[in-house]
């Protein structure tokens, strides 16, 4: 009998053993040198409480246009949401610094962040939106790894690594440098570089085919349910050996941004490989995954058959800067063709010529989307096409606000071929971007180049409009009017206040010119 005992007990701590080792896996991450550049890993957690809106809304940007109070109204009603999704820390979550809720679901997502900092930026002098992405960069692993998806409530990360859909898309080099291009902060931008370039470098190894271009899932690229993938694969988890189209360009994108901060940091030696693989890369899209026939850029299968699908995801063709000259009217054709992109409400995720096409909206399968028609906006800037984004501007801000007008608060998405809005409600949220960001950038046309120390004001509009307290440089706040004008070739008649000195080069239909704005004195 003992001896039973005793085997018993011995089969026991065998089993124990198999089951502690089973927990106890092996990390096989392969550490990278940057990570220990990474000052947010040891950052003190910020415990101060965000602001109110009532107690902010002083020190935000004012905006001016009396032909539509009703703009002015949905501007304003952006900021009060998105003050209602300001969070602090907490014990719980173990995050670094107060931030934005993506006001979905309790998380926090990597590309919906990046996006809500784009507006948040306006509001820098009354909360620092910029900080919400330092929560990401707080959990980056020893490798490079950051999850695309945190827990609000326990800090957990909601994805294994290896996942496809763990990650991405990679676009916080973008949200960083817009940052800095609005206030030269070169201590932020040297904080944040290491990270993002071992993110790059974790993404470049972990993301990508053997012929360099790169691939995600529906859920890792953001627009979950798109009809992109090839029967036999799950539309939203696999990657379906494709070459990921929008991943593939997000990467130029976000390795020329890195190139050009190391420039500003003089770290170019860390990055000559990422100007071998941009190099690289665009030839890869340019001849690969262009379709002469169409003049469109596709998703590439594994046999190396291009899609047929048009998707808003090839527009980021736009900023990544891949599209030829001799090509780009072409390109940007699909923009204005009514059969389409150009429908009632502009720009829908997927062409009306696809038979998937949802008139509703049917979340990506058509739906209006805040990021992807403002990407489409800044990738048109970066080809001169102003002209163009600042139609499109005015019809996705006149969709906007109308569906405000008719229910009070801001959608999700909105359908492409009605005056309506989908899925979840006062999203404050990227949905920002509209009121704020499109408004100021595009339709009041004020476009900052802080290091460069020169705003843009491209006037457009005939109604007289304005902004008050506009943020430039760390300090900085100016005050712009413009009168109204008969003819958009007329010469603006401006008034600007201001307590820094800039540069301001005025366009408008008939001409340009350039001012130097000396600080306290109004230029007319």
Request: include cysteine; proline fraction near 6%.
């Amino acid at each position: 009998m003992k001896s039973v005992n005793t085997l018993l007990f011995t089969l026991s701590l065998l089993l124990l053993s198999e089951i502690t080792n089973a927990q106890n896996y092996v990390n096989t991450a392969v550490s990278n040198p940057l990570v220990t550049q990474n000052v947010f890993l040891k950052k003190k957690a910020d415990q101060r409480l965000p602001p109110q809106f009532e107690s902010s809304k002083t020190k935000l940007p004012e905006p001016l246009w009396p032909k539509r109070q009703d703009v002015i109204r949905c501007y304003w009603k952006t900021w009060k949401i998105a003050f209602s999704n300001l969070h602090g820390v907490t014990s719980e979550n173990h995050f670094i610094s107060p931030y934005i809720d993506p006001a979905f679901n309790h998380h926090i997502f990597m590309w919906d962040t990046s996006f809500m900092v784009l507006f948040g930026r306006y509001g820098h002098n009354a909360f620092n939106f910029q900080s919400s992405t330092d929560n990401f960069y707080n959990r980056q692993e020893k490798d490079g790894y950051i999850c695309r998806q945190i827990s609000e409530l326990n800090g957990d990360k909601l994805f294994e690594k290896f996942d496809a859909s763990s990650t991405g898309p990679n676009i916080l080099p973008w949200a960083e440098w817009e940052y800095f291009l609005n206030f030269n902060d070169e201590e932020r931008l040297k904080n944040v570089f290491s990270p993002l370039l071992a993110y790059y470098q974790w993404f470049r190894i972990n993301r990508s085919w053997p012929d360099g271009s790169y691939f995600s899932t529906g859920w890792g690229c953001g627009m979950d349910n798109q009809p992109r993938i090839p029967n036999g694969f799950s539309n939203q988890f696999s990657p379906a050996f494709m070459s990921w189209i929008d991943t593939t360009l997000q990467e130029i994108f976000a390795g020329k941004t890195l190139i050009a901060m190391a420039e500003k940091l003089n770290r170019q030696e860390e990055v000559k490989d990422i100007v071998t693989e941009v190099e690289q890369l665009t030839a890869y899209v340019q001849h690969q995954m262009w379709s002469d026939q169409t003049n469109f850029f596709y998703d590439r299968y594994r046999d190396g058959k291009l899609s047929n699908v048009k998707s808003i995801a090839a527009y980021w063709a736009l900023l990544a800067e891949v599209v030829p000259k001799a090509k780009i009217g072409a390109f940007i054709n699909h923009l204005e063709n009514p059969e389409e992109f150009a429908r009632l409400h502009r720009v829908p995720t997927l062409s009306a010529d696809n038979p998937a096409f949802n008139p509703d909206g049917g979340y990506w399968r058509g739906g209006v989307w805040a990021p992807t028609s403002y990407m489409v906006l800044r990738g048109l800037t970066r080809y001169k096409q102003d002209s163009l984004a600042y139609v499109i501007a005015m019809n996705h801000l006149d969709n906007v606000v109308k569906v405000f007008n008719q229910t009070g608060i801001l959608w999700e998405n909105y359908a492409p071929d009605k005056v309506k809005g989908n899925d979840h409600e006062n999203l404050v949220g990227w949905t920002g971007l509209v009121p704020i960001s499109v408004l100021f950038e595009y339709v009041f046309g004020l476009r900052p180049d802080v290091p460069e120390n020169t705003i843009v004001w491209d006037v457009r509009l005939t109604d007289e409009f304005g902004i008050k307290k506009y943020p430039f440089k760390k300090n900085g706040l100016l005050d712009f009017w413009c009168a109204a004008r008969k003819h958009s070739t007329d010469k603006p008649k401006i008034k600007i206040h201001s307590n820094v000195p800039f540069v301001l080069k005025l366009i408008w239909n008939g001409g340009s010119q350039l001012l130097n704005i000396k600080p306290d004195k109004s230029k007319d």
